[in-house]
């Protein structure tokens, strides 16, 4: 078949595997080492770690994604000309597939402070290697080809927890849920798991995790293997929400040691919204997943470590350098910190609730909640942008959706743009003064009754899916005795701290714009008190806070 100049398929497997001219072959040879190869040579296996570079300068090689079931399936063969590797290049995370010579001949190898090198300083080499990177990722989630098999249950909230979390890491995964898909009976009996020990993972092919926790599926998977607890860092970012990530982004693209500590994946509160329209750059807007996993690669480019599935639980500030404590995964020390930590949804005042998170109500409205109630009637629940993104995007797959807010009406919280759509789309129901009194059902959310406080009046209404998106706690807890927090909970900076808040520490000079009363600790974004809360606004504040360390590091 004869494929057209412009085919859009044929352009991006060009820009998915593309062949080095012989001029950037021979720049490329500069940083790195000539090595012959022999016919059936594995040059990298699926779980290797710090895999290097290759360039075919001549013979083919051969890459495979290996199944659980030992298998191979083919996914490219790579010819003179053409290199090796995906994303897990830069991140530091186990390869997902096998490289095996076909024809021999020679190999061009790099080492991966080589490859950062090469990304940074070579301009026209580093963007055509850095989007083959990303299309290759895009590609294998795509094709689920991975090293990791879920085996879950539609009706299971730690199914759609450990979803989530791979989904939003941008972990390839293949899912069989015992409900629908022919065959798992067998798999599970390979495996020797019992049905009611689902969900589990299966971790490149032999290792099996039964209802693990994502502290334990990120160990497995090889997440954070490039991340050393004894090296003193420059700067530790807690939490890679839009501002820790800008962030990141910024202090390692000026040379500082980063290390980035996130507790679930990145992208924060924005990472699970569905699209946003009002972020500079983005006319037809974005998904905060997307927008976060740019993010997340800009990043890693310059060279910052990024751990997931990491929580900080103190700050020991009576030493410096300051230690933060992780809990069981041990501690990390660093010259600056910056506090990213976002804030959450509140809790619905419920007794019930925790029966139904995750099975009937979700804290975000991204594609697999709403693949799980299309076709339904739901409930939003919030005033704010978060809210009014979730219940756009929902619309277009429900059969109906329910805002409810305990004020009048949504002006003081919610972008104009979003307002016009809620108030004209005919498929959503604005309700004001209005707040969910019971959640009802035996194993899953059945009902919903909710009341006007204004009028009194209570509807009961078989509802099976609500989103919760109304107000905000700051993850600040593990902060205390050590910075000044607001009556709501929220990180002082700058100009709010008083001289009696100062005083707790000996400060040589005055604290700066977005500084805590802790000398070389800063917050931004949605914990900081005062925080604009925006998308744009956190990145800015996440990037001008680097300048501001690099003065205080100075001192």
């Known amino acids: 078949m004869t494929t057209l100049p412009n085919d859009p398929s044929a352009q991006r497997r060009e820009a998915t595997f593309p062949r080095l001219s012989e001029a950037q072959q021979a720049r490329l040879c500069r940083h790195g080492r000539r090595r012959p190869t022999r016919a059936g040579e594995v040059v990298f296996d699926q779980g290797d770690v710090g895999t290097n570079f290759f360039v075919i300068l001549s013979g083919t090689l051969e890459v495979v994604q290996p199944g659980y079931d030992g298998v191979e399936h083919p996914v490219v063969i790579h010819e003179p000309g053409q290199f090796t590797g995906e994303i897990t290049m830069l991140t530091g995370r186990p390869n997902l597939v096998r490289g095996r010579i076909g024809e021999p001949g020679e190999l061009l190898e790099i080492d991966r402070d080589g490859l950062r090198h090469i990304v940074q300083v070579e301009a026209e080499i580093g963007e055509l290697l850095m989007r083959a990177f990303i299309l290759r990722r895009v590609s294998l989630i795509a ?17 759609l927890r450990l979803k989530e979390f791979l989904t939003r890491n941008g972990h390839p995964f293949s899912y069989i849920d015992v409900e629908r898909d022919a065959g798992v009976a067998d798999l599970l009996e390979q495996f020797q798991v019992a049905c009611d020990e689902v969900p589990v993972i299966i971790c490149r092919g032999n290792v099996v995790l ?67 329209e009002n972020y500079l750059g983005f006319p037809t807007g ?55 930590t976002g804030a959450q949804y509140r809790r619905l005042g419920v007794p019930n609730l925790h029966k139904f998170e995750g099975d009937g109500v979700y804290y975000g409205a991204t594609q697999m909640e709403a693949q799980l109630c299309a076709g339904e009637e739901v409930i939003v629940v919030g005033g704010g942008n978060s809210a009014g993104q979730a219940a756009v995007f929902l619309a277009e797959a429900v059969r109906h959706v329910h805002v409810l807010v305990r004020s009048s009406g949504l002006a003081d919280s919610m972008s104009r ?23 009802l059902g035996e194993t899953s959310l059945e009902q ?8 009194g009046a209570r509807e009961t209404r078989p509802i099976r899916h609500v989103f919760s998106m109304a107000g905000a706690r700051p993850n600040t807890q593990w902060l205390a005795g050590c910075v000044a927090l607001d009556a709501a909970g929220f990180v002082k900076t700058g100009p709010d701290l008083t001289p009696e808040e100062l005083a707790e520490r000996p400060w040589r000079r005055a604290p700066y714009l977005l500084e805590t009363s802790l000398p070389n600790v800063f917050a931004v974004g949605d914990v900081r008190s005062g925080n604009v809360k925006r998308v744009a606004s956190a990145v800015g504040e996440g990037s001008i806070c680097v300048q501001m360390i690099h003065r205080a590091l100075a001192e």
């Open 143 to 159: 094709h689920h080809a991975s090293d990791a098999v879920l085996v879950g249950s539609v009706h299971s909230a730690a199914t």
């Open 210 to 276: 039964r209802n693990p926790t994502t502290a334990e599926v990120a160990r497995c998977l090889g997440f954070n293997a490039d991340v050393d607890p004894e090296v003193l860092r420059d700067v530790v970012v807690i939490g890679a929400g839009p501002a820790g990530l800008a962030a990141a982004v910024y202090a390692a693209s000026e040379g500082l040691d980063v290390l980035v500590v996130e507790r679930s994946a990145p992208g924060g509160q924005a990472g699970s919204s569905s699209k946003i």
């Open 417 to 439: 743009y979003l307002i016009r759509r809620i108030e004209e789309h005919q498929k959503i129901t604005l309700r004001t003064h209005t707040e969910i009194e019971a959640l």
């Open 448 to 455: 919903v009754c909710w009341r006007n406080h204004q009028t």
């Open 286 to 340: 974005i998904s905060g997943q997307a927008l976060a996993g740019r993010a997340l690669t800009q990043a890693q480019k310059f060279g910052a470590h990024v751990a997931v599935a990491m929580e900080a639980v103190r700050l020991d500030c009576s030493r410096t350098p300051y230690v933060i404590e992780l809990g069981s995964q041990g501690s990390v020390r660093a010259r600056a910190i910056i506090l990213a």
